[in-house]
């Protein structure tokens, strides 16, 4: 096996592992493409190839926090801020309801008009 093979090979078995999909740079969340149990370890397949471990068991859907994360702090997904931190939630911990809090926005501003 050439070099060049070996590197495409490799690629392909992470490509395989990856179990979280990283939507967009701005994310400090990727979302849980299968349900990953404690200790796994977790690849975000956002190019970057983010290594992390699952400090808590994640179910399928849901997001995992790409980075520590301080209470306030904002939380992205999509490149846009889904919500606030209402408490530390660390790196390859769940990112959900318990640990988030929604934030208001104005979606009429955000509004693309045609023909105004």
């Not at 349900?35 to 068991?57: L, T």
């Amino acid at each position: 096996m050439t070099e060049q093979s070996t590197s495409l090979f490799l690629l392909k078995i992470k490509a395989q592992m990856s179990k979280a999909l990283h939507i967009h740079s701005k994310d400090n969340t990727a979302v849980c493409t299968s349900e990953v149990k404690a200790g796994e370890e977790v690849i975000a397949s956002d190019g970057s190839r983010s290594f992390i471990n699952a400090v808590s068991s994640i179910p399928f859907c849901n997001k995992i926090a790409l980075i520590d994360i301080q209470e306030g702090e904002e939380i992205f997904k999509y490149g846009e801020v889904i919500g606030k931190a209402i408490a530390f939630i660390p790196k390859g911990t769940l990112v959900n309801h318990l640990n988030i809090s929604s934030q208001l926005r104005s979606y009429a501003e955000e509004y693309v008009l045609k023909g105004k």
